[in-house]
C-alpha cells in the first residue's frame, strides 16, 4: 500500500495550488484521507480532513481558501488551496485510515505520505 502525493511547488502569494495524494496497494475502503502540515520549527498540524461518509474538517487558518475534495473511486484526495499566504509554506502530508491487506494481513490501517513541499513567496 502507498499513499503517493503530488502538486506541490512555489507560488507567489495569492496564488493557488492544487495537491493530490493516491492510495494504492490492497485496499477494500478507506474511511477517512487528510492532510497535514509541518512548517520548520513547529509541530505537524492538521489541515483538513475528510470522511467516507462527508464530514469534512478545515483548520480555522486554512477554512474559506482551501477545500478538500475527494474521489472514493479512485482513492484519491486533494487539497485545493487558494489565496495562499507565506505562512501556508511547510511540507504538506498526506494521510489515511483504510481497511485493507499489507504484508498478507488484512486489517485496518494508518497510512502516511511522503510529502510535499509548498513554498509561498511574498
Known amino acids: 500500500v502507498q499513499l503517493v502525493e503530488s502538486g506541490g511547488g512555489l507560488v507567489q502569494a495569492g496564488g493557488s495550488l492544487r495537491l493530490s495524494c493516491a492510495a494504492s496497494?490492497?485496499?477494500?475502503?478507506?474511511?477517512?484521507m487528510g492532510w497535514y502540515r509541518q512548517a520548520p520549527g513547529k509541530q505537524r498540524e492538521l489541515v483538513a480532513t475528510?470522511?467516507?461518509?462527508?464530514?469534512?474538517n478545515y483548520a480555522d487558518s486554512v477554512k474559506g481558501r482551501f477545500t478538500i475534495p475527494r474521489d472514493n473511486a479512485k482513492n484519491t484526495v486533494y487539497l485545493q488551496m487558494n489565496s495562499l499566504k507565506p505562512e501556508d509554506t511547510a511540507v504538506y502530508y498526506c494521510?489515511?485510515?483504510?481497511?485493507?491487506?499489507?504484508?498478507?494481513?488484512?486489517?485496518?490501517?494508518?497510512?502516511w505520505g511522503q510529502g510535499t513541499q509548498v513554498t509561498v513567496s511574498s
Open positions: 494521510a489515511a485510515d483504510f481497511r485493507g491487506v499489507v504484508a498478507g494481513t488484512e486489517s485496518l490501517y494508518d497510512y
Open positions: 496497494g490492497s485496499i477494500f475502503s478507506i474511511n477517512y
Open positions: 475528510s470522511t467516507r461518509g462527508g464530514n469534512i
